[in-house]
């Protein structure tokens, strides 16, 4: 199918500003869910609220379009009462590591078949340029007028520490690479968190002189490294992306399901 | 046939009520007084192939059982006090969005932590009002596990048919009181299961548009139609907008799907109220001390009533309106500052005559408490 | 019948609460009575004082706590020290010889029994003792068979452990009943 046959074009033009990021991690979702062979109505959408979550109306999947940082927590309601859809969360920065941080180190923790797409664009856009735990320490914010002194989760190790089981970082200049991580993020059985750094030209350009959306992407492309190169070791300042983490361990829907087994082997007065 | 005679807390009867209404899915957090509830259905749930899960916080319990409703199962989840507080706003998501739920409130002194194993009837504004904006609610109680299992079973029913989360307000007394329960065969109590469309693949179906007695029948997640769900105002497509005309039109349904309907939603239980001259209103734990006093003074020549509500939002205002006409003078009996005293005063053609009895220190209201109030009524003194 | 009061306390970890739930039980699944059952929760629960009421009726019963007892059972000091005023004049009030030195003001029948003691003595096992305290108080009250105590206790309990308690309830009905001879 062509891309246009996976969006809602009666409700486009979409909202997101000129030279945005998120529309072209929409794009690679869609492509990764084409190259999958999906069908639609086995695919359900959770977001937050923000600039990321507007991806729900625009998508033609079932979607949910929830409330600020429950997208994980209304994700694993919808997951574990239907375990065979397909769940993908796609959410901001401010949702997954601010007001939704516990939700996201919970749900790795339980290891649930939920890919989480983390759209970060180290800013509260939908708000007006507010800083964010991803907004780097000295960057500029219009609540930071002074240079923000936050220092900035590393959502690599957060997710890590919090044990999900697929880890990985690209940005919106690696498009081709995007599309072949969000597919292995969906095949993978069990939680799994992939951060794609995205530019807002709008207020984090604006703030912290980026003369463009261009720019930005071009500073995706000369800041970032793949896992274990060679110059990541010349230049520590470079941000490694690929894929930290792969490994299988049960799935939360699949263990309860155990539980089910278990339960049901029990007489009725809860004896074995 | 020999009934099934059960005895139990009111939280193990309101679990015995969920299952028989065919609960799927339930969510929460330990919380005291309500806890029973969730370990009664870990161990229950999964028996019947039904999903529990203990979320992180209350915050992401109400939110699962919302996106465990969206594929067509009937969820429920359980709190009280601090942990009622933390699910307002996903409640009014489920407003919004009219995803049918049950929300237990076990209710314990407040505000804060307060009194965590006291009874209270103190979250009856919450539940009301308790989440932000413009909005109806339905929310029920009971005194007795007969009728937390009655009550339980209407939640569902009411949830489903009007497409709205019900909220359950029960308190730490009758949450664990144990006594006896006749379990109702299946088919004895009506269940009523989820109205779903009928519109076939291809055919456009309107996630939002109300049919025309109000009633919007859903389709599940996972099946053919695909359509948006926000807590944004949204239009018949569940796209959000911010036409005013699209926004009148559901902030209008909303309301009115549930305020147009409280007649059918009002329920009460009379007791001696046709031949009363001084009436008790009253509701959950508070109804039995209610009841007690008025078996007692009638058994002295006094005529006293008591008018039991079960259902409290919408407010039943024609039920109360009629009854406290007749009589000369209402005395409610709850357990709070006046919560429901001031909506009897609202619907009463004489609210001066409306008095209170109440308890908020903790300790269950007792008879002398409601009679202390009788004898300056009665003018026998203080 | 007459409606009945009864408080029964102690201290936690002595059963007092789950020998209630056993009598209301047992007066509701087999005696086709009514009863309500209540504790104190909180961190009483965990050790300390506890009470639990039970009243029981043939009729419905609406408030459910106890203000003034008719019957009261007190297996520790602290208990007796701090209920026994509640008691309704010319109650029954049951006590533990071994925990409880009965200041004999109280205007009551007042059996002071060597439950604790029989039961270390006959059965080694101080788990049993709240079953003895049973097995006098239906003696005493013939409120409910022991018949019914023991269908109840043989859904509750281990059925490995089901001698040990009948052994306990009967030694609490003969203890009763050589008090009352």
């Keep these: 199918m062509a891309v246009k046959d996976y969006i809602r074009e009666r409700f486009f033009p979409h909202l997101w500003c000129p030279g945005c990021g998120h529309g072209t991690i929409m794009g690679a979702m869609i492509r990764a869910i084409e190259n999958l062979e999906i069908k639609k109505r086995n695919i359900v959408i959770v977001s937050g609220i923000g600039c990321s979550s507007r991806i729900c109306g625009y998508l033609d999947f079932h979607t949910l379009h929830t409330i600020h940082g429950r997208a994980l927590a209304f994700a694993t309601g919808v997951k574990l009462s239907r375990p065979e859809l397909t769940v993908l969360a796609p959410m901001g920065d401010g949702d997954a590591f601010s007001i939704g941080g516990n939700h996201l180190i919970h749900a790795a923790r339980r290891n649930i078949d939920i890919t989480a797409i983390i759209m970060n664009n180290s800013i509260y856009g939908m708000t007006g340029g507010q800083y964010s735990p991803s907004t780097g320490y000295g960057d500029f914010a219009t609540t930071a007028p002074y240079g923000n002194i936050d220092r900035p989760f590393d959502v690599v190790e957060l997710a890590m520490g919090a044990g999900a089981t697929f880890v990985a970082r690209t940005t919106t200049y690696h498009v081709t690479s995007m599309i072949k991580i969000i597919e292995k993020a969906i095949k993978h059985k069990g939680f799994s968190i992939v951060e794609v750094l995205s530019q807002c030209p709008t207020y984090y350009g604006r703030k912290n002189k980026f003369a463009s959306a261009v720019e930005m992407l071009k500073y995706y492309k000369t800041h970032t490294t793949p896992i274990g190169s060679k110059d990541k070791k010349n230049n520590l300042e470079l941000i490694e992306r690929g894929i930290f983490v792969e490994e299988q361990l049960p799935e939360y829907c699949e263990e309860y399901d155990k539980v089910i087994q278990k339960a049901s082997q029990r007489g009725r007065d809860g004896k074995a | ?382 | ?181």
Excluded at chain 2, 94 to 110: A, F, H, S, Y
Excluded at chain 2, 196 to 214: F, W
Excluded at chain 2, 216 to 229: A, T
Excluded at chain 3, 99 to 114: E, M, N, S
Aim: charged content about 20%; overall charge negative.
């Design chain 3, 1 to 181: 019948m007459e409606r009945r009061r009864i408080i029964f306390s102690g201290s936690g970890g002595q059963g007092v609460i789950t020998a209630a739930i056993i009598f209301a039980e047992a007066a509701v699944l087999y005696e086709g009575l009514n009863a309500v059952q209540s504790q104190s929760y909180g961190p009483e629960a965990r050790g300390g004082a506890s009470r639990s009421d039970v009243i029981i009726s043939d009729t419905d019963i609406r408030f459910p706590k106890v203000i003034q007892p008719n019957i009261l059972v007190c297996l520790t000091q602290e208990a007796y020290d701090t209920f026994s005023g509640l008691l309704r004049p010319g109650g029954l009030l049951i006590t533990d010889n071994h925990y409880v030195r009965q200041g004999g003001k109280v205007d009551a029948k007042q059996v002071g029994l060597d439950m604790y003691s029989s039961v270390m003595e006959a059965i080694g096992r101080p788990i049993v003792f709240n079953i003895c305290m049973l097995g006098a108080f239906v003696e005493l009250t013939q409120l409910v068979k022991k018949e019914s105590i023991m269908k109840v206790l043989k859904t509750r309990i281990p059925s490995g452990t089901l001698e040990l308690n009948r052994q306990a309830l009967e030694l609490g009905v003969r203890l009763a009943k050589e008090f009352k001879q």
């Design chain 2, 1 to 382: 046939m020999k009934k099934n005679v059960l005895f139990l807390q009111g939280n193990e009867a309101c679990v015995e009520a969920a299952l028989y209404a065919g609960l799927d899915f339930f969510a929460g957090y330990p919380i005291t007084p309500s806890t029973e509830v969730a370990e009664l259905l870990s161990y229950r749930l999964p028996r019947k192939g039904g999903k529990f899960i203990q979320m992180e916080d209350e915050l992401s319990s109400m939110c699962a059982i919302i996106g465990a409703s969206l594929t067509g199962k009937k969820t429920m989840t359980a709190t009280s006090g601090p942990g009622f507080s933390l699910m307002q706003e996903a409640l009014g998501f489920g407003v919004m969005t009219e995803t049918p739920c049950v929300v237990l409130n076990v209710q314990r002194g407040g505000p804060s932590t307060g009194l965590p194993t006291s009874g209270s009837q103190g979250d009856i504004m919450q539940a009301r009002w308790g989440t932000h904006g413009e909005h109806a609610i339905i929310a029920l109680t009971a005194s007795n596990n007969q009728d937390v299992f009655a009550m339980t079973v209407e939640a569902f029913n009411l949830s489903e048919t009007f497409r709205s989360p019900v909220v359950l307000l029960l308190d730490e007394v009758v949450g664990h009181t144990r006594e006896k329960l006749i379990l109702p065969e299946p088919g004895e109590i009506n269940v009523v299961e989820r109205l779903k469309t009928s519109v076939p693949e291809g055919t456009d179906y309107h996630p939002y548009l109300p049919r025309e007695d109000g009633r919007l029948p859903m389709s599940d997640f996972g099946h053919v139609h695909r359509y948006n769900v926000t807590g944004l105002a949204h239009d018949m497509w569940g796209f959000p907008s911010t036409n005013p005309e699209v926004v009148y039109e559901l902030m209008r349904h909303l309301v009115d799907k549930i305020q147009g309907h409280t007649h059918e939603i009002s329920m009460t239980k009379e007791f001696h109220v046709d031949e009363a001259e001084i009436l008790l209103v009253s509701y959950g734990a508070s109804a039995r001390t209610a009841l007690h006093v008025v078996e007692d003074r009638r058994q002295r020549g006094e005529k006293l009533g008591l008018l039991e509500l079960q259902t409290l939002w919408p407010f039943p205002d024609e039920i109360v309106k009629k009854r406290c006409a007749a009589v000369e003078c209402v005395i409610v009996v709850e357990m709070n500052m006046g919560q429901i005293l001031h909506e009897v005063k609202r619907v009463s053609d004489n609210p001066e005559k409306v008095f209170l009895a109440n308890r908020i220190d903790g300790s269950f209201i007792a008879p002398a408490d409601i009679l202390n109030i009788l004898r300056i009524i009665q003018g026998k003194g203080a």
